[in-house]
């Protein structure tokens, strides 16, 4: 594979500790979920997930609008859902992952299409594929 960009980002501490990136744009305090047994009240690595996972979904959707010459509403959104259990194997943590893709101005079909193909372009979808199944929506405007 040809890199066309690395990072690298340093937690200490876990999930109640302080994560942040060789560059410093990304400096968080992070605290266990309440739900998990935390604290709660600070930036957890599930959302952390979802942010990173909706933004590059949405970037796919992009790239993949762009070579079919449709253009993505500056508005469009996609909405990552990101839960966390014990996996059905006993053997540890599993995550479970929806995603909801908004893009106004383009019809349902089209838009299940471009969800359908970025879902095949988008790197975290790529890392995950064989996984987690990730439930992918879209939605529909009147």
Do not use: W
Request: aromatic share 4%; proline share 2%; with cysteine.
């Amino acid at each position: 594979m040809d890199i066309l960009y690395r990072t690298s980002a340093t937690v200490t501490g876990g999930r109640t500790g302080h994560g942040r990136s060789e560059d410093g744009l990304l400096d968080v305090e992070l605290q266990t979920a309440k739900e998990l047994g935390g604290a709660g009240g600070g930036t957890n690595p599930e959302q952390l997930f979802g942010v990173g996972y909706a933004a590059c979904f949405l970037g796919a959707i992009r790239f993949v609008a762009g070579q079919r010459k449709i253009r993505v509403a500056d508005d469009a959104t996609v909405t990552a859902s990101v839960g966390i259990g014990k996996r059905d194997d006993g053997r540890g943590f599993g995550l479970d992952v929806a995603l909801a893709v908004d893009l106004p101005g383009i019809d349902t079909a089209t838009a299940q299409e471009l969800v359908d193909a970025a879902h095949i372009v988008c790197p975290y979808s790529e890392a995950t594929r064989g996984n987690l199944d990730v439930r992918l929506s879209v939605v529909e405007h009147a």
